[in-house]
């Protein structure tokens, strides 16, 4: 697949797993992109997941034919995008790896070798001539690596943008890149928003025509929507009005009440999502909770505290930076209720948080008390 004139995608699709990174389902597979640049001299950008060496040297070979490369180009050492380095070496004993220092160092950690005397070490504003085309380096430390860097072809603007500007699924099942790209960003990204910020404040001032990413569709008519949305990612901005309502509940009478609020708000004109946290994938319901000005944790008691996937609901948020919205709480507890107080706690790690008060307290099941303090908390949130 051509991407620009001299620029090829080699990359790969994978339909056999499951968990990317051990924890975020991937029911359309995922792809491990990598790319060579033809010019006098002959570039490949990062290697494939351990499993694809072979089928990722055919696509080489197919490229070049009986040409071979000079550089291989490692942005980012993740083993979905190292793990064939050394394959690589061995079939291409002339050619050297262009890397960044620390990337050197992870190299020699994963693998046992540093490739002295084979190596070339680049930062930021380093610049390596293949010909009629000149790639520049751009330090990325922290998206999200530390040794992570860019490569920007300078004659075509496309931006090699290493993790950055990813998605879930593989290449052939063509979906919209936003929500799983925003699913991405939050689930592997979303900590590093100061670092993102970084990296845009660079490219603002390159003239960008595509960004190819190691995961993930080539962006070029998206292009503008996906850096503004990477603006508001990274800076912690809400993307919509709307409200998450995120519930864990034991005998399904805490969701009858998160049910009901959510028809409540709906019913003011609110668009609402609703996540059972016990069933539905976690990294949407994060990825939903950034994206909403408004978020409702609504949870059952549990040994004194609040059900454990509430409990790694929140970490999961406030580990990831999660900061500037309005939250509500909702705890249901038979004798001793808890878990209002408890989220309360673990939302003491996020920033800007202005919580409506008071939760609304549900015993055992929803009575007419309790259906007030519900309606008087739906005003509440319309009205915040």
Not at 1 to 24: C, K, S, W
Not at 138 to 156: G, L, R
Not at 315 to 338: C, D, F
Request: charged share 20%.
């Amino acid at each position: 697949m051509t991407i620009r004139p001299g620029i090829a995608y080699v990359g790969v699709n994978d339909h056999d797993l499951d968990l990317f990174e051990a924890q975020y389902a991937v029911p359309h597979g995922m792809s491990y992109n990598s790319y060579v640049i033809t010019d006098e001299k002959v570039a490949v950008l990062d290697s494939v997941e351990a499993r694809f060496g072979d089928a990722w040297l055919e696509n080489i070979a197919r490229v070049l034919g009986n040409r071979q490369p000079d550089y291989l180009i490692v942005q980012h050492m993740e083993p979905d995008h190292s793990a064939n380095i050394r394959l690589f070496m061995e079939r291409y004993p002339q050619a050297v790896v262009v890397a960044s220092a620390k990337a050197l160092s992870m190299m020699k950690g994963f693998y046992g070798e540093g490739y002295e005397g084979r190596s070339l070490t680049v930062k930021e504003g380093d610049t390596l001539l293949l010909g009629s085309r000149t790639l520049r380096f751009i330090a990325a430390p922290m998206v999200h690596w530390p040794e992570v860097m860019m490569t920007y072809d300078e004659k075509e603007g496309v931006v090699f943008s290493a993790d950055a500007f990813g998605k879930f699924g593989a290449l052939d099942c063509p979906e919209p890149w936003e929500d799983e790209a925003r699913r991405y960003y939050f689930g592997i990204v979303g900590k590093y928003g100061a670092q993102v910020q970084g990296v845009l404040r660079k490219l603002s001032a390159l003239t960008v025509t595509a960004i190819a990413p190691l995961h993930g569709p080539v962006l070029t008519d998206g292009l503008a929507r996906a850096l503004e949305l990477y603006g508001i990612w990274s800076a912690y901005a809400p993307e919509n009005d709307g409200v998450t309502i995120a519930y864990a509940s034991v005998y399904g009478h805490t969701r009858e009440a998160a049910d009901l609020l959510a028809e409540r708000l709906t019913a003011q004109g609110l668009s609402v999502r609703l996540f059972d946290l016990a069933r539905c994938d976690w990294a949407e319901a994060v990825a939903q909770a950034f994206a909403s000005r408004r978020l409702v944790l609504a949870a059952t008691t549990y040994n004194a505290d609040v059900f454990p996937c509430m409990r790694a609901f929140i970490a999961h948020l406030t580990s990831r930076g999660y900061k500037g919205r309005t939250v509500a709480l909702m705890e249901n507890g038979s004798w001793a209720p808890q878990a209002a107080k408890v989220m309360q706690t673990l939302l003491e790690g996020s920033k800007d948080i202005a919580l409506l008060t008071p939760a609304v307290r549900i015993t055992s099941a929803l009575d007419d008390g309790s259906r007030a303090q519900l309606e008087q908390l739906a005003q509440a949130i319309a009205n915040s």
